[in-house]
């Protein structure tokens, strides 16, 4: 927001005001040991005044990417499709200059990851799933073609009553050869 960016600016412009008047009083340290030894301890606590605004400046420009990311993985969780894990996983790769800035926005990117790869997973033991249940719908109406023509067979003992049998046989076979490839 734009009062979070202007305490940024803020706190930067009094870090840099800060750093100034340290570095007026330089020839200071030359001369008192004790000042010195005030220096190097301010100095410490205004490099870690610049970690944290550089923490906060990264925190305000990466939370724009978050919440895309937020509402990608909440669109995947909703509707599983390739689509919307791919456009995660594309939102993710798009926050990779954050992450290389910030350790811990590279762990939440990281988890991400891990949502689409679980998500891809998902995916394909859906399709597996899928296949195998259509394989299973064709050898069941295999079988039961096979079922009926040996029932025919018992029935009637004619040439076109073998040559029906043996053509549903070879229909069960195929099917179960298909159903090898799944």
Do not use: C, M, W
Not at 61 to 67: F, M, Q
Not at 70 to 89: G, I, T, Y
Request: zero cysteines; proline letters at 1%.
């Amino acid at each position: 927001s734009l009062d979070e960016e202007a305490a940024v600016r803020a706190a930067e412009r009094a870090v840099t005001e800060l750093s100034e008047e340290l570095d007026a009083g330089k020839s200071l340290e030359e001369k008192d040991k004790g000042y010195r030894a005030y220096a190097a301890s301010e100095r410490k606590k205004i490099a870690d005044h610049r970690r944290r605004i550089e923490r906060s400046q990264l925190e305000l420009e990466a939370r724009p990417h978050r919440e895309k990311v937020e509402s990608a993985l909440k669109k995947a969780d909703e509707q599983e499709s390739e689509e919307n894990v791919s456009e995660l996983a594309a939102i993710i790769d798009e926050g990779s200059s954050f992450a290389s800035r910030n350790k811990e926005y590279g762990k939440y990117l990281a988890s991400a990851r891990g949502e689409v790869a679980k998500h891809r997973r998902a995916i394909e033991r859906a399709k597996v799933e899928a296949a195998l249940a259509e394989q299973k719908e064709k050898l069941d109406a295999a079988e039961a073609a096979v079922e009926q023509r040996f029932s025919a067979l018992e029935q009637e003992t004619g040439a076109e009553a073998f040559d029906a049998a043996e053509a549903a046989l070879g229909d069960l076979s195929t099917a179960i050869a298909d159903g090898l490839s799944v």
